[in-house]
T-cell receptor, first 112, second 117 residues
Framework: GNSVTQMEGPVTLSEEAFLTINCTYT??????LFWYVQYPGEGLQLLLK?????DKGSNKGFEATYRKETTSFHLEKGSVQVSDSAVYFC???????????FGKGTLLTVNP | GAGVSQSPSNKVTEKGKDVELRCDPI?????LYWYRQRLGQGLEFLIY????????KSGLPSDRFSAERTGESVSTLTIQRTQQEDSAVYLC???????????????FGPGTRLTVL
């Protein structure tokens, strides 16, 4: 079946450090790929998405590129801020394109 | 409303009791989804509603779980005879449906945290 594997946390960085959170997915069908973020005490929010191979999703300084050859969708940010502290979830859509399969989430803490 | 809303935000119940969770989707979103997030785990798909089509119930973990949706509005998720392993955050999401049967980005509510004692 479909699955998503993302790097386990927690990840702790200093402000302005470079961030990478790895995510790989099973290569069945033609999924769309997503990163969702859950800030403390808030609901899940879409951070960015990519719908086909080689697409790059970007938002709030975060980027992720849909790599079909490596079945990856790694999240990157060049300079993190304290306000980026949250749990980040990688997800893929299913064969019918509506079921989302999520990774287990990565807790990011950014210290000043 | 501006976003997906869910109620209650927190629910504590005793083992064996029934609970009902409510979701109000974004107005105009024809697709509605329920997911479960257990501690330290990713989200698990439970059920999907699309308009008047038969719902996809393939993710419901047991026959104690059921869900209903009235037209393209409110949905309720009911868990009968709750067990401790049902403790989780239950998330609702909604989206537009696109041409060709595909669905657009899912927008999530804040969730209901269910604790079964």
């Amino acid at each position: 079946g479909n699955s998503v594997t993302q790097m386990e946390g927690p990840v702790t960085l200093s402000e302005e450090a470079f961030l990478t959170i790895n995510c790989t997915y099973t290569a069945t069908g033609y999924p769309s790929l997503f990163w969702y973020v859950q800030y403390p005490g808030e609901g899940l929010q879409l951070l960015l998405k990519a719908t086909k191979a080689d697409d790059k999703g970007s938002n709030k300084g975060f980027e992720a590129t849909y790599r079909k050859e490596t079945t990856s969708f790694h999240l990157e940010k060049g300079s993190v801020q304290v306000s980026d502290s949250a749990v980040y979830f990688c997800a893929r859509s299913g064969g019918s394109n509506y079921k989302l399969t999520f990774g287990k989430g990565t807790l990011l803490t950014v210290n000043p | 409303g501006a976003g997906v809303s869910q109620s209650p935000s927190n629910k504590v119940t005793e083992k064996g009791k029934d609970v009902e969770l409510r979701c109000d989707p974004i107005s105009g979103h024809t697709a509605l989804y329920w997911y479960r997030q257990r501690l330290g785990q990713g989200l698990e798909f439970l059920i999907y509603f699309q308009g008047n089509s038969a719902p996809d119930k393939s993710g419901l973990p047991s026959d104690r779980f059921s869900a209903e949706r009235t037209g393209e509005s409110v949905s309720t998720l009911t868990i009968q005879r709750t067990q401790q392993e049902d403790s989780a955050v239950y998330l609702c999401a909604s989206s537009f449906r696109l041409a060709g049967g595909r669905t657009d980005t899912q927008y999530f509510g804040p969730g209901t945290r269910l604790t079964v004692l």
